[in-house]
Nanobody
């Protein structure tokens, strides 16, 4: 009954910014670790960023450090991914995920959104 819904994707020029949002629209709520992943055509899904329920812990892939910021609003049951200085290499389908595991830099994820397209043009 956890239903993750992504929004905010679209087309942006290289060097621009875009913010993604992920909301739990289901009936089940908990203190989840939230993460973002992405998958480009012909490539495997890769980790992008994660945040703990308390927001005291965050983790980023080396490829996005200094450019992406993950944050959350617990009242709205929403997690955000602010992306800036976008590159063509960031083009991918982005997925939101939730984990019931305790915080660590890499955890197993139990719930996934449907994914949303982000396209960065040159």
């Amino acid at each position: 009954q956890v239903q993750l819904v992504e929004s905010g994707g679209g087309l942006v020029q290289a060097g621009g910014s875009l913010t993604l949002a992920c909301t739990n629209a289901g009936r089940t709520f908990g203190n989840y670790v939230m993460g973002w992943f992405r998958q480009a055509p012909g490539k495997e899904r890769e980790f992008v960023a994660a945040i703990s329920w308390s927001a005291t812990n965050t983790d980023y892939a080396d490829s996005v450090k200094g450019r992406f910021t993950i944050s959350g609003n617990n009242v709205r049951n929403t997690v955000y991914l602010q992306m800036s200085s976008l590159k063509t290499e960031d083009t991918a389908v982005y997925y939101c995920a939730a984990s019931r595991s305790p915080w660590s830099k890499r955890v197993a994820y139990d719930y996934w959104g449907q994914g949303i397209q982000v396209t960065v043009s040159s």
